[in-house]
């Protein structure tokens, strides 16, 4: 661990936490490996809890954000919650 090269952090912003929960969902999901261990696995219930918290921050935030940031997160909470549906119809197949 002492040989990896420390990359810089990009800076703090919203769409920086819209894009951590989106990519936490997308990792429960199933539909990317996780960061930490490369491997991909399904938790519908950690998914549906980050896009609910996705929810959240678009309702507290409304009519505070700059017109890129709510389109951004209209557009990633309409895709993972299109997702989240796919992935629990299928579950519900099996």
Known sequence: ???EIKQPL???SIESLFYMLGTSAMVNLGLVPDPTNQKTA???DLAK???DTLGILQKKTAGNLASDESRLLDELLYDLR???VRATS???KK
Do not use: F, W
């Open 82 to 84: 299109m997702k989240y």
């Open 49 to 51: 809890h980050n896009i």
């Open 10 to 12: 990009p800076p703090a």
């Open 1 to 3: 661990m002492a040989d």
């Open 42 to 44: 399904t938790n519908l």
């Open 90 to 92: 299928h579950n519900e």
